[in-house]
């Protein structure tokens, strides 16, 4: 099932997906694809995984996951040397952004600022954090492959 067609998580996360600036994300590059759509492949996955084994906290989940590269930095307009430190420094971001337009439990915080383990020094605390963190990783080569594919 496409996420567009899915009722129930789009109730979870309309809010986000209405909010202009979580919109623009649409305008940025990442893993070959954009932003936008990287972050709804995460949080869409991760939604679906939850609801699969019964975790009660999969709002929680679904809600972090798409907020998880919530930070406004063009990666194709800065140095290379800047793009490292991205890498390493965003999760911080996203969750400042994240908490700027909405309300954040613990456990949505966690997901976001440990989303990166190993690269980013914080390890994840929840089994939700390690799920989302997972299903990034997965997501993202994924995503670089086929946007390698397509060019060719």
Known sequence: MNYKEDNKYLEIVDDILSNDEFKSLKNYKHHGINRYDH???????SYKHAIKHKYKTY???TRAAILH????INNQEISI???ISVLFTHPRTALETS???????KLEENIILTHMF???IRIPKYKESWLVCWIDDVLS???R????????
């Open 59 to 61: 709002k929680e989940v």
């Open 69 to 72: 590269d919530f930070f406004l």
């Open 118 to 120: 190993p690269l980013g």
């Open 99 to 105: 908490r700027k337009y909405f309300k954040l439990t």
């Open 39 to 45: 972050c709804i492949n995460v949080s869409y996955a």
């Open 145 to 152: 492959i086929l946007s390698i594919f397509k060019k060719n």
């Open 141 to 143: 080569i994924k995503e």
């Open 81 to 83: 040397i800047k793009r």
